[in-house]
């Protein structure tokens, strides 16, 4: 039997060192192309409470739920024409009188008191038409819905600068309305006929409690 050694390998095995980790390493860098991932954007919303102290009186037409309706006795100390005429027919005075009588006359009015409520102040998204604002408005219908004053209630009050900035369109499809009927008779037409140019709407607006809850879920796939 042959052995044939020459063909083995007669070199000395070297162990290869293994690397230790140094107490001075740097830790590694980040990985390329990671990116932190920036923080949600958020429009901006400024919103003040009223209270029903405050005596803020409401023209037009708006929910009974958004208003104490007062009735209260008015008097009025002008002159009245028919009033003289009378008194001076009947020699109450005379008509050459420098002094005529002025009687003071009361009348009944109600007066339309707002409540407890969130009024919108202010709004502007970094980004229009991306969905901040109408977030922001969620939030804040959440907020008004489990406060046991306002009950839900919010109003505001569209004063655009430019036509272009007019917000009464961004409201009115969330469900505001104004208290002018006539107002909102000019979004409806508006929205039906898909105008492009909706001329801008001045007044105050208000959102009904029937459509809070379509706020709430708005823009959600059921």
């Given at each position: 039997m042959i052995n044939n050694i020459s063909t083995m390998d007669m070199r000395p095995q070297m162990t290869v060192a293994k690397a230790t980790p140094s107490v001075t390493s740097m830790s590694m860098p980040a990985i390329l192309g990671f990116k932190t991932p920036l923080l949600k954007e958020k429009a901006t919303l400024r919103v003040k409470k009223i209270k029903r102290g405050d005596n803020?009186?409401?023209?037009?037409?708006?929910?009974?739920d958004y208003v104490d309706i007062v009735e209260e006795e008015i008097e009025y100390k002008g002159k009245y024409s028919e009033i003289l005429k009378s008194y001076e027919k009947n020699n109450f005075f005379s008509s050459s009188s420098s002094s005529p009588i002025y009687t003071p006359r009361t009348y009944k009015r109600k007066t339309k008191y707002?409540?407890?409520?969130?009024?919108?102040?202010?709004?502007?998204?970094?980004?229009p038409r991306n969905g901040l604002g109408t977030e922001a408005l969620k939030q804040l219908a959440e907020k008004a819905m489990f406060d046991s004053r306002a009950e839900g209630r919010i109003v505001t009050f569209s004063a655009p600068i430019l036509k272009e900035s007019s917000p009464a369109l961004f409201f009115y499809k969330l469900?505001?309305?104004?208290?002018?009927?006539?107002?909102?008779?000019?979004?409806?037409e508006c929205l039906k006929n898909n105008m492009p140019d909706i001329p801008a709407q001045i007044g105050m607006m208000y959102l009904p409690k029937n459509r809070l809850n379509k706020l709430l879920h708005y823009g959600e796939l059921f």
């Open positions: 803020i009186v409401i023209p037009g037409e708006i929910d009974d707002l409540k407890n409520c969130y009024i919108i102040d202010y709004i502007q998204s970094p980004k469900g505001f309305r104004f208290t002018d009927p006539v107002c909102n008779a000019v979004m409806e």
